[in-house]
């Protein structure tokens, strides 16, 4: 089970950072990823990390503010989000996958079959 925290309200420039904390089963191996989602809009791809750390993904439109980060020893993952945006407002997700992608595949919700239950971010403007 993945429990996502660390939303909440915030202003445009200001900074968030979401925890995604694992209980259940041990996640340390699975790859993680974070997702979000407005209403009315397909859930869309936010970051990705790889079991290890070594490996990191970001959407174009998140890269240089936000940054993901792990802690297996926590079984947690993090997303900082910095110089935040109205247009980041939404409900933010995190996903693991116990089949590491490959390819273009980190960016697809279909390659992720653990989820969270989301967290909600509002940036005012």
């Known amino acids: 089970q993945l429990q996502a925290s660390g939303g909440g309200l915030v202003q445009a420039g200001g900074s968030l950072r979401l925890s995604c904390a694992a209980s259940g089963r041990t996640f340390s191996s699975y790859a993680k990823g974070w997702f979000r989602q407005t209403p009315g809009k397909e859930r869309e791809f936010v970051a990705a990390?790889?079991?290890?750390?070594?490996?990191?993904y970001y959407a174009d439109s998140v890269k240089g503010r936000f940054t993901i980060s792990r802690d297996n020893a926590k079984n947690t993952v993090y997303l900082q989000m910095n110089s935040l945006k109205p247009e980041d407002t939404a409900v933010y997700y995190c996903a693991a996958t116990d089949t590491a992608p490959s390819g273009s595949n980190w960016y697809r919700v279909i390659a992720y079959n653990y989820w969270g239950q989301g967290t909600l971010v509002t940036v005012s403007s």
């Open positions: 990390i790889s079991w290890s750390g070594g490996s990191t």
